[in-house]
């Protein structure tokens, strides 16, 4: 199959607006801003079933009709903070295939009334920050960009700016208020960002990966895009492929593909030939999936199935975990990441992680008992439902899971005290 | 010299993105040009920044201790920061991590004796099927160095210091 996202595979040099253009790039906005009403173009988001691809698969469309039309001015976001363990496929997006998803911007932003648009960029993405740059500057040369587009009235500006080295700056209240020049702490919500964003005023804070799906929406119709993927889950997603396999990498997909073709007919199977162990299908925040039973490994990767196995598929970053490894050891490296990431602001999330980091650490050093391991789980399931943002949730995910569905490897843990 | 007169042109430049009644948002812009030079933000560059945007040293300096890729006193020329999170140590990054510190005689966390580089275990950089990795921090920004060896990260290191260029 071709790929509709990672296009660069196929087409040399798209990452150029020549190249672009003549593989139908742009096409779709302009034909948009003139010939579309704004709200035409939310409908047709709507109507493809496009969820968002940052995590938490929130329907695109139905985020775009939310924008206050009674607040101005409108603000777009682009998340490219990517930062979770085990997600990878934004930088590849903007490095192979960086118009389209700028397209996708420029289309989310008329569809919104929005004049200007931000991509928030981690600030690791240094370079690739400097490269959007030029393609932004193409873009204006081109007269995609800028005042008066296309003899009509609408003016857009796109802005790159760079975050330093916090994964919460990916929660999109935290990145609006880094954005405003805060420390990047999550807001309380509601209001949400469609309502109250950037400035206290309406914006949509959308994933690199979702953005990027949207041109070729636009330019080939919400019934295409539907015909991909599963009846609650269309179209396409890019899952990142990591861990103990022999090919890790990027993988676009429909939705709907099973664990075992990722992992075996893609990935090249486990390195090794160590057989399965736990699959973490949405990175760190992931609950660890038992792979106790081969068929497992059948159950097809889309929102809804992958949740009858007590986890969430989130951003797709499918970390693969083989029988080497002991579940002690892994949440303690989850834990340690939670630590250094949590913001500070919400008391269950500051203290929780602190003291759970103290836990997994002495477990994992053997010097645990039973009673730490039941301390740990405690400690875990009192965060759950009480931390401000998800971040604080997400840390307890592999704790509870993993305690719960592998007790051996935290019995065999304790017992070497 | 205040950042305004030593780099003009990136000044106004940041400062052209953002509404001009928002200006508070080139904190973070404005940080990375004032560590350019040294690697680090001194006192006089965040009181400077703070007259510049109308907020106080304090809301400038609690920014600086935010984010990690900020720093408030000097260190290496370069930093090497090696991703050990989950997706790595998966493939390897602890073991490369302990040889490198070998290989160069410190610890994570130090600093080579001719304050060339410091040693730094960051979380994931999102190139978890690239490990072992790394980016380097330095002067002409940050760089990415994916699929490593100990040996080619020693021999990319005495380029660098030869000739100041990060080539592999």
């Known amino acids: ?417 | 010299m205040s950042l305004a007169k030593k780099y003009p042109k990136e000044v106004k430049q940041i400062l052209s993105k953002y509404p001009p009644e928002h200006k508070r948002s080139a904190v973070m812009p404005l940080l990375f040009l004032a560590q350019r030079e040294e690697g680090y933000i001194n006192k006089a560059s965040m009181q400077d920044i703070a007259r510049m945007l109308d907020i106080t040293e304090t809301d400038v300096a609690a920014i600086v201790g935010f984010y990690t890729l900020y720093h408030d006193k000097k260190e290496g020329k370069y930093r090497m920061q090696v991703c050990t999170d989950l997706p790595c140590a998966l493939r390897g990054a602890e073991e490369f991590m302990e040889s490198l510190c070998g290989n160069l005689g410190i610890k994570v966390g130090e600093t080579t004796p001719d304050g060339f580089l410091t040693l730094e275990a960051v979380t994931c950089l999102a190139a978890c099927d690239k490990a072992p990795m790394f980016q380097t921090q330095g002067p002409d920004g940050i760089k990415y160095h994916e699929n490593m060896t100990v040996d080619r990260t020693m021999e990319l290191l005495s380029v660098l210091k030869r000739s100041g260029r990060e080539v592999e």
């Not at chain 1, 602190?354 to 010097?367: C, D, F, P, V």
């Not at chain 1, 998800?390 to 490897?409: C, H, K, N, W, Y």
Request: charged fraction near 25%; proline fraction near 5%; hydrophobic fraction near 40%.
């Open chain 1, 1 to 417: 199959m071709e790929h509709i996202l990672l296009r660069h595979r196929e087409i040399p040099d798209i990452n150029t607006i020549i190249v672009y253009k003549k593989n139908g790039g742009l096409d779709a906005f302009r034909n948009a801003v003139t010939r579309m009403k704004p709200n035409e173009v939310t409908d047709v988001v709507k109507n493809s079933g496009l969820r968002g691809r940052g995590g938490a698969g929130f329907p695109t469309g139905m985020k775009w009709a939310f924008i206050d039309n009674k607040n101005w001015p409108h603000y777009v976001v682009a998340n490219a903070d990517e930062s979770e363990p085990g997600t990878f496929k934004d930088r590849e997006i903007m490095e192979g295939n960086p118009f389209q998803f700028l397209e996708g911007v420029a289309l989310a932003c008329y569809a919104v009334g929005a004049n200007a648009a931000y991509i928030y960029l981690r600030g690791e993405f240094w370079e690739l920050a400097a490269f959007l740059d030029e393609k932004i500057a193409e873009m204006e040369e081109a007269g995609y960009l800028g005042d008066k587009l296309f003899d009509t009235d609408y003016s857009l500006k796109i802005y790159t700016h760079l975050g330093a080295g916090a994964y919460i700056c990916g929660e999109e209240t935290a990145m609006l208020e880094s954005l405003e020049g805060k420390r990047g702490q999550p807001r309380v919500r509601p209001p949400f960002p469609p309502s109250y964003g950037l400035y206290g005023k309406p914006t949509i804070v959308n994933n690199v990966e979702t953005l990027t799906n949207v041109p070729l929406i636009l330019a080939n119709g919400a019934d295409w895009y539907k015909s991909m993927g599963t009846a609650d889950s269309a179209g396409v997603k890019i899952f990142s492929l990591s861990g103990r396999v022999r090919k890790p990498g990027n993988y676009e997909l429909p939705l709907g593909t099973t664990f075992r073709d990722l992992i075996y007919k893609y990935g090249g199977g486990v390195q090794d030939s160590r057989s399965v162990k736990a699959i973490m299908p949405a990175g760190a925040s992931s609950s660890l999936i038992l792979v106790d039973d081969d068929k497992i490994l059948d159950t097809p990767m889309d929102y809804a199935t992958v949740r009858t196995l007590g986890a969430d598929l989130g951003s797709a970053s499918v970390i693969v975990v083989d029988d080497t490894v002991s579940m002690d050891w892994l949440i303690n490296k989850t834990i340690h990441f939670f630590k250094h990431e949590s913001c500070g602001k919400c008391t269950p999330c500051r203290e929780g992680t602190y003291w759970m980091s103290h836990l997994t650490e002495r477990i994992h050093e053997g010097k645990g008992t039973t009673a730490d391991v039941d301390l740990l789980l405690n400690v875990a399931k009192q965060m759950q439902g009480k931390c401000l943002c998800a971040l604080g949730e997400f840390s307890t995910m592999a704790v509870v899971t993993g305690i719960e569905r592998f007790p051996q490897d935290f019995n065999n843990a304790v017992s070497k005290a």
